[in-house]
């Protein structure tokens, strides 16, 4: 990132062409992202990893605990930060539920799931920006809270974010100031991962069509008499829904909503409103007391048409936003970022083509809407209070209790292990899946990826496993491929992604067949 306002030497010549040449030259790798949030965390995480320069611009003042939203840690979210080395840790802070319930009658075993996640962690959104923001900083990502986006330009070479720091705290630069006044930032690009009200959207001009889902919902931060039964409890009867999920310090958080009470997002709140939403969806309301924080909010159903324009990319809530049902959020914009942050680091870094990049939205757009018709679903079955609609929700039900691969694929969509990416005409049937936790002759596939790098999985005995003389990771591309074999005698060559999908794959490739798939997916040697 660089600035590219000009100077002038002692003999009064003006530098700025100068300084703009040499900031776009520095320029030419970095790449800003703006929004703290999880999503925002985990792409400039992995960028510093990749040795990508990476600016994490950030309008709040530093975090703070009691703006968690999310709650739950899906398997194919744990898979991804297995990935990365954080996901055990989590898993020590958090607590696990192997079981799902849903419209009271269906109860959705996770423990089938074919992950070593096979369950679901409870956990607050705020501890897992902990650890993203931890790694980003160990990796050498830069950061500036209390800075606002103003605007952009973008040209074929790249991308110029205005900003604005906020008075009295240091800037981008590291010098604080009453009145700072506008700063320009240069990057090659930009992502912007800051939420359902994005300036970087509105920046570059693109819409964002839905609807508001549900109104007036009650966000609490309570301490409950009796504790619940079950560690998450979410229920709906009537015209109520309420769901309660355990910070771990002694406080609930409720998400509670009545279709009755339709009032603005700043009419006011107080805990006797709380209960008895909780009693009406829940029978009682656990004896609650000393609320620390309460707010109301509205949840939309929304998405961009596009998550690329030029040199500008969109994740997070800044691409979509859908209802809390299922808990799907965070999980989906953490996705979308270990989608695009290999990608952004094989171009920048020179190994790949820059159509690679165009691939984001092919492969992530249609997961995004995906959500949203799975979320919004959940909601509206939770909520029938119509004849026609109970049936509608009786008949389903009952239908998932019984057609186990309707099941399955629901599952699936809600845990994230079930979307697979689209393949070229004639490829292999792995290409473009998800690939699970594979058995190694050294370890398991998650930790061989812990590098953010490729990983080829040969036949123990192939001419290209590890020992055999002839190994593919050698050279300038063993800093991007990791060769392992199986631990089983399966004779599948496979190329998996930085983010544990298929690339390639074949039964007993030539030598000849193996280097042009690593040359069009790893870059040459």
């Known amino acids: 990132m660089a600035g590219t306002t000009g100077t002038t030497d002692n003999n009064g010549t003006s530098r700025t062409a100068d300084a703009a040449a040499a900031a776009a030259a520095v320029a030419s790798r970095d790449v800003i992202v703006v929004g703290a949030g999880p999503t925002g965390l985990l792409l400039a995480g992995d960028l510093a990893a990749a040795g990508i320069p990476v600016t994490l611009v950030e309008k709040r003042p530093h975090r703070t605990s009691n703006l968690s939203r999310a709650f739950v840690l899906h398997a194919r979210t744990l898979e991804q930060l297995d990935a990365r080395g954080l996901a055990d840790e989590l898993e020590s802070k958090g607590q696990t539920l192997d079981r799902l319930r849903l419209f009271s009658r269906l109860t959705v075993d996770l423990t089938t799931l074919p992950s070593r996640f096979n369950h679901l962690l409870v956990l607050p959104q705020y501890e897992v920006e ?18 606002e986006v103003t605007g952009l330009v973008q040209d074929a070479d790249g991308v110029t974010l205005r900003v604005r720091t906020l008075a009295g705290v240091a800037g981008v630069a590291g010098v604080a100031g009453a009145d700072r006044g506008p700063e320009e930032l240069r990057a090659a690009y930009v992502v912007g991962t800051d939420g359902m009200r994005s300036a970087v959207r509105e920046a570059v001009g693109l819409p964002f069509p839905g609807r508001s889902a549900i109104r007036s919902v009650v966000l609490a931060d309570v301490r409950l008499a009796q504790e619940p039964e079950t560690l998450l409890t979410v229920n709906a009867v009537g015209d109520a829904f309420v769901f309660l999920a355990p910070f771990g310090d002694g406080y609930y958080r409720v998400i509670g909503w009545d279709r009755r009470r339709d009032v603005a997002d700043d009419a006011p709140l107080d805990l006797d409103e709380v209960k008895e939403i909780t009693r009406l969806a829940l029978g009682r309301d656990f004896g609650m007391h000393d609320a620390r924080w309460m707010s109301r909010f509205h949840s939309d159903e929304r998405q961009a048409p596009a998550y690329r324009v030029g040199r500008v990319f969109l994740a997070g809530d800044a691409a979509h936003v859908h209802t809390p049902a299922g808990g799907q959020g965070m999980n989906t914009g953490l996705q979308d970022a270990a989608n695009l942050s290999w990608k952004l680091a094989a171009t920048l870094n020179g190994h790949a083509q820059a159509d690679l990049l165009d691939t984001y939205q092919s492969e992530r757009h249609p997961v ?27 008949l389903l039900t009952t239908f998932l209790d019984h057609a186990r691969p309707a099941r399955t694929r629901m599952i699936g969509r809600i845990t994230g292990i079930g979307y697979s990416y689209p393949s070229p005409r004639g490829a292999h049937p792995l290409v473009g899946r998800r690939v699970p936790d594979l058995a190694l002759r050294d370890g398991r596939l998650y930790e061989a990826l812990r590098g953010g790098r490729f990983v080829l999985v040969t036949p123990s005995d192939a001419p290209t496993a590890p020992g055999t003389g002839i190994d593919t990771g050698s050279g300038a591309r063993k800093d991007r491929l990791t060769v392992a074999s199986w631990a089983s005698d399966r004779r599948t060559t496979l190329l998996i992604r930085p983010d544990g999908y298929a690339a390639w794959a074949a039964e007993e490739p030539t030598a000849e067949e193996l280097e042009a798939a690593l040359a069009a997916t790893v870059g040459r040697d």
Do not use: C, D, Q
């Open 130 to 147: 902990r650890a993203l923001e931890r790694r980003a900083v160990e990796a050498g990502a830069r950061f500036a809270y209390e800075t």
């Open 368 to 394: 995004g809407k995906s959500v949203l018709r799975s979320s919004g679903g959940i909601v509206r079955l939770a909520m029938a209070n119509r004849p026609w609609t109970l049936a509608a929700r009786a």
